[in-house]
């Protein structure tokens, strides 16, 4: 088998996510990019060369819609509110307790909706007390709007196959690689197998589907046809990083997953002055491609990959608002404005980004700390960009200052977007008082004492703060979780 590509884990919150977790539910750093307000196609594996801190994958959501049809105002309100609701989970079940939107262990379990309800449903995927969950179905526990119920429904899922069962979201095994991911354009998510040791065509000539229903995954695969390997490389998985590099996600604005090539050893203007695109159809990806291009070199950098590091660090998300993805420079080595005091964006057309780019203004440093990138969570400054409310544009969020201790304490500021940059001056966003000794000040966060994210939770359109275990309480995370709502 391949060297194994890298599957991020949940949008739970450390950056952004793979279509086939909570990505259209969690909002974290630079949230826009992975459709968590509308209830278009989920952002698509991260590109693996993303390493500035913020987003690395593409597929803005098409708000400002809810995911369930409601029509959203982009206003941003006064922030969370002071006091939670409660939000009820199942039971521990095998020892382990729902204490995160996600787990792994003797129970595995996340959020996503497999029921077409427009909103997170708690699937198992793995239960070490149950040898039925993850052979032969999930269970999920449907979404409502005061919890998850106490009991779940069967959700039927393929037999095993290469001697793997299907007891994850996604994974990449020694045999077989899968994922959940749109790719019947349904709206739904379907099991999607990139890899089968045991077929050889499988990953070489097509990948196998098995489209979703209402009860459960088919038991038998269709084929989506894949484009013939390039430079000695077969496309086995939604994301690669070797002689050529490559993802999966959306770039012709369809709303449906485009294979995108980004780099080719084996072709040196593959990066250099374009990306090829395998346009998505409901058969399978084309067998030729489509020359998109790509801006010229930079600081001596190449944009081969859909985000990059130091010197120059980019990403690929929709900053102009007309729901296409653009590609955003946050940071140039070799020249000192860019992450100072501007943004670099290369507006997104049906052909390529545009050579030239246009200024998209930033404010100013604070705390001795530039906005050089979409998102940073160390330092003296902690920030992101992501949508609160149920607009398709992100604004850029500080979360913690060391030189301001009420920012992460009792507020967040909030630089509204704006089609030329962000508000020079922020917006105060309330956030609840801290609780058993942890303060809110980033977006998600797993310590000790406390586990929180971002999530849009009830409101499709706005986000709500979801406290998922609290130390000082035991009941949370064990039969409720707490969640902040905006009013």
Known sequence: MNQPNSLRPMHLLTTTVFAFTAASFLVTACSSSTGNTGNGTPGAPADPQGSDGGSDSVGPGDGPGGTDGTQCTAALGPGFSAKPRAFSIPATRCQSPFNAPAGTGALGWSMLDLTSGEHPDLVVTHDAC???????????????????PSSPVPFAIPASRCKQPFDAVAADRSSLRWATVDLTGDGNLDLVVTEDDCNADVGRKYWDVYPWSSAGFAMVPTQFEIPAGRCNTTFDAFVGTQSVRWATTDITG?????LIVTQDSCDGDVGTSRWDVYAWTSAGFAKTPSTFTVPPPRCQKNFDALAGADPLRWVVQDLTGDGHADLVVTYDDCDKDVGTSRWDVHAWSASGFAVRPSTFSIPAPRCNKAFGAVAESAGSLSWTTMALT???????VVTSDACDVTVGASRWDVY????????PTPSSFDIPAPRCNASFSKVASTSQSLAWSTL???DTCKAALVVTKDTCDATVGTSRWDYYAQP
């Open 456 to 458: 849009a939770l009830v």
């Open 416 to 423: 509204r977007w704006s089609s030329t940059g962000f508000a």
């Open 130 to 148: 149950d040898a039925d969950v993850g052979a032969t179905r999930w269970d999920v526990y449907r979404w409502s709007v005061s919890g998850f």
């Open 254 to 258: 369809d709303r449906h997953p485009d």
């Open 390 to 396: 149920g607009k398709k544009q992100p604004d850029l």
